[in-house]
């Protein structure tokens, strides 16, 4: 089985597709951030207060525990199912979130949503990394960064303007246009040319790698939340995970078509690019997440001002990426990813030594130099991965990055949060200015430590494992 970049792009029409794609980023990144500023109103209508967290777990462990098995499949039956598939599963989710009548409901239905994110955030990559060659990646993975970008700093605006102005139900029923237009597009304007071919399911492999991934990922999230890192649920979850894990290994060493293929991190190029991806959202989690909670409680500034600090990293992001791809093909990608690692690292840096002295222009600039680091950073090892395999290989190696990206995240928010939650422990749970600053601090202190990591793993990529950028295609297709 297999399909040349030929038989697509010569029976695909890329432009089209390509909007597709855009849109399909633009609404997994809009509801990353979109609910953040409607929770209020939420809770108002629907009571639970103690559970609204769940609204944002249940949808990243269904995301990260759905990206492996979607991508695979991916590359057994073709992109095309997959994504419509996925954009299917989110409209349905979104549908259903907007008539939800209690929080329960609400969110098992933004599980739905979740697994939806889970087929559509790796397919838009892989399709992009399918149809359009090394050298022109550079700039449509810049489209696609910069969508992201401005989605994300969009996404709390336009909660916060339905949830007032509205109703907070709008929020899910606006991505019904979006799914359909994108759905559309896809169904009419991108072909593929797959050979068909049995379809065998690791089925035992899915099932300790979803059980293994979700116990994982939910003791980290709610450890020191729902229940003290110690206690009998955290470390019991935890145990479980792992022994899940475990299980999927050994599953996946004997399956003849395991759901994730494991030797694919045996090859230096895809591990190293997969600790950078992780790297990359454990970073961006770290700012996102505690920069406009840090500036709300120590100088009192209002909530949209908060956000807008945030938005100097969300639009440093894809001012580099659009850039990046005349860097990588004159020196390469190795040196691209670390020169990007190390500048994301000074704005670390920089954000460590303003956090003292809280104003939201000096962490705005040290977040716009963090993201502008991150260009350079997450496409370039992205396409680095992708331009070492072959079709049949593409969709597994992009969801792994993905996947890692979003385990980065999830670990990122919850180590973050521990370490915050110490601080203020410490100083006796007040929120005053001194304990607020200092808990930042120590935040942005491991956001510091995240960065270093991720120029050590750019450092240990190989000088040369891809063929040429310039050469357009990769070897072996």
Not at 280 to 308: C, R
Not at 446 to 472: F, N, Y
Request: glycine share 12%; with cysteine; proline share 5%.
């Amino acid at each position: 089985m297999g399909v040349s970049r030929a038989d697509v792009g010569l029976r695909s029409e890329r432009g089209p597709v390509l909007v597709a794609m855009m849109v399909s980023t633009a609404l997994i990144a809009v509801d990353a951030t979109i609910l953040a500023t409607a929770v209020p109103s939420v809770v108002a209508d629907l009571g639970d207060f103690e559970r609204f967290p769940w609204l944002f777990s249940i949808y990243l462990l269904a995301q990260a525990v759905s990206v492996p098995i979607f991508s695979r499949l991916a590359d057994t039956i073709g992109r095309k199912p997959v994504i419509l598939t996925g954009i299917g599963f989110f409209l349905a989710g979104s549908i259903l979130c907007g008539v939800a009548g209690d929080m329960t409901m609400l969110i098992i239905f933004r599980l739905v949503q979740g697994l939806g994110a889970g087929a559509v955030m790796p397919m838009t990559l892989t399709i992009v990394g399918d149809i359009y060659t090394v050298e022109e990646r550079a700039k449509v993975q810049g489209y696609i960064a910069s969508v992201w970008a401005v989605s994300s700093v969009i996404g709390p605006s336009v909660g916060g303007l339905l949830a007032q102005f509205a109703n907070w139900r709008w929020i899910f029923f606006v991505n019904i246009p979006l799914c359909l237009l994108a759905g559309w597009i896809v169904l009419r304007r991108y072909q593929e040319n797959v050979r068909a071919t049995s379809l065998r399911i690791d089925l035992p492999g899915a099932i300790t790698l979803t059980l293994g991934l979700s116990a994982v990922i939910l003791a980290v999230l709610e450890g020191g939340n729902a229940w003290p890192w110690w206690s009998v649920p955290s470390v019991g979850i935890f145990a479980f995970g792992l022994v899940m894990l475990l299980i999927f290994g050994w599953v996946s060493r004997r399956s003849a078509d395991p759901v994730v293929d494991l030797s694919l991190l045996a090859r230096p190029l895809i591990i190293t690019t997969t600790a950078v991806s992780a790297g990359v959202g454990g970073l961006m989690t770290g700012i996102t997440s505690f920069v406009p909670t840090y500036l709300e409680n120590s100088i009192g500034l209002a909530p949209i001002l908060a956000g807008l600090a945030v938005a100097g990293m969300l639009l440093g992001w894809p001012l580099a990426a659009t850039n990046a791809g005349r860097v990588y093909l004159r020196y390469g990608f190795r040196a691209t990813v670390i020169i990007g690692s190390l500048i994301a690292t000074a704005g670390a840096a920089v954000l460590v030594a303003v956090t003292p002295w809280p104003n939201p222009f000096t962490i705005g600039l040290g977040g716009f130099v963090v993201g502008f680091g991150l260009g350079w950073t997450a496409a370039p090892g992205l396409i680095a991965a992708q331009a070492s395999v072959g079709w049949n290989e593409r969709a597994a190696v992009t969801g792994m990055n993905m996947f890692a990206r979003s385990a980065g995240s999830a670990v990122g928010v919850a180590v973050f949060g521990a370490i915050a939650t110490n601080v203020i422990n410490k100083g006796a749970g007040e929120h005053d200015f001194a304990t607020i600053v200092g808990a930042t601090w120590w935040v942005f202190v491991a956001t510091v430590v995240v960065a270093v990591g991720m120029v050590v793993a750019a450092l240990l990529m190989p000088r040369e494992s891809v063929a040429s950028p310039g050469q357009g295609e990769p070897a072996g297709e």
